[in-house]
């Protein structure tokens, strides 16, 4: 069972166009909900985070929304650039008893920014 | 400040031999991690480590897989005997912290094994 489903599987956007790709998760324990960045043969790398108390977080380009009602999060890329063509990944942590976090992945989506 | 450092970074051996992965984590990290990841999927966690002890192995197939941290640096992550479905990316991550809010984890590039 995917807990964090990730849409779409692919994007091909042009330069300069806005990316968004979203998730939606149904652990309401979830508490914590990264997107990392991953380029080939390369590991993930932490983009950027929000937390289920605010509803949107902005660090340069990229922008995460956040829906705690209906469950769903979303990065936004604006300003496309060549370079920003990886996979990204959405994750939610989810604390349970113990202390044991965990994160919990999506499947990824492949972004590829056409110039 | 240094990476999280895997070795190696590419391995091929035939199925039923054994292989090894070593990691060396960011200085002053004291969770460690591995991960699995098979082609266009997440990231899979196989085992986390806490200092020395391992927390939450309860994804690592225990027939097969076995891990160790030893003083609570480096790690080893072993697979004897190998599977044709083992082919796959063992990543390696650590994070600062171990009871934090912060849940930030640091990946090494990652070991590309596959399996003949």
């Known amino acids: 069972q995917q807990q964090v489903k990730q849409s779409p599987q692919s994007l091909i956007v042009q330069k300069g166009g806005i990316s968004i790709i979203n998730c939606a998760y149904e652990n309401t324990a979830f508490d914590y909900f990264p997107w990392y960045q991953q380029f080939p043969g390369k590991g993930p790398a932490l983009l950027i985070a929000?937390?289920?108390d605010v509803s949107e977080k902005k660090e340069g380009r990229f922008t995460i929304s956040f829906n705690k009602s209906a469950k769903q999060f979303s990065l936004h890329i604006m300003d496309s650039q060549p370079g920003d063509s990886a996979t990204y990944f959405c994750?939610?942590?989810?604390?349970?008893?113990?202390?044991?976090?965990?994160?919990?992945w999506g499947l990824g989506t492949s972004l590829a920014v056409n110039p | 400040e240094a990476g999280v450092v895997q070795s190696p970074r590419y391995k091929i051996i035939e199925k039923k031999q054994p292989v090894a992965f070593w990691c060396n984590p960011i200085?002053?990290?004291?969770?460690l991690y591995w991960y699995r990841q098979n082609l266009g999927q997440g990231p899979e966690l196989l085992i986390r480590y806490e200092n020395e002890e391992a927390v939450d192995d309860s994804q690592l197939p225990k027939d097969r897989f076995s891990a160790e941290r030893l003083k609570g640096v480096d790690s080893t992550l072993k697979i004897q005997p190998a599977e044709l479905g083992d082919s796959a990316v063992y990543l390696c991550a650590s994070s600062p912290e171990s009871a934090g809010v912060s849940d930030t984890q640091y990946f090494g590039p990652g070991t590309r094994l596959t399996v003949l």
């Open positions: 200085s002053g990290h004291n969770t």
């Open positions: 929000i937390r289920p």
């Open positions: 994750a939610a942590r989810a604390r349970n008893a113990g202390n044991n976090r965990k994160l919990i």
